[in-house]
Nanobody, 124 residues
Framework: QVQLVESGGGLVQAGGSLRLLCAASGRTSSGFAMGWFRQAPGKEREFVAA????????YYADPVKGRFTISRDNAKNTVYLQMNSLKPEDTAVFYC?????????????????WGQGTQVTVSS
């Protein structure tokens, strides 16, 4: 089992930045790829970014390319999502997810463990 806890969300003005963290515990030595997803009110959960187990491969959704950066520190069992140039349409609950596979995926169904989410609100 893997437990995931997100932090770093909050309220920020458009154009600002936030850094989300996802702390993993449990069976974290088994080569998990990690991802970030988000869900806005009234919308389905959507993929944001993913990173492979060794951090050599990253994958982004088109709306966040060039603005968001995913990274990880396996020694700290932590995944980060640096979000710059935030827009009001980025407002959502952001979820961290772990996949029992070393390689990235943009499909929520391929992730096995999920955190509880952290709220990000971008004001205009």
């Amino acid at each position: 089992q893997v437990q995931l806890v997100e932090s770093g969300g909050g309220l920020v003005q458009a154009g600002g930045s936030l850094r989300l963290l996802c702390a993993a515990s449990g069976r974290t030595s088994s080569g998990f790829a990690m991802g970030w997803f988000r869900q806005a009110p009234g919308k389905e959960r959507e993929f944001v970014a993913a990173i492979s187990w060794r951090g050599s491969m990253t994958y982004y959704a088109d709306p966040v390319k060039g603005r968001f950066t995913i990274s990880r520190d396996n020694a700290k069992n932590t995944v980060y999502l640096q979000m710059n140039s935030l827009k009001p349409e980025d407002t959502a609950v952001f979820y961290c997810a772990a996949r029992s596979n070393a390689y990235t995926s943009g499909r929520a169904a391929e992730y096995d463990y999920w955190g509880q989410g952290t709220q990000v609100t971008v004001s205009s």
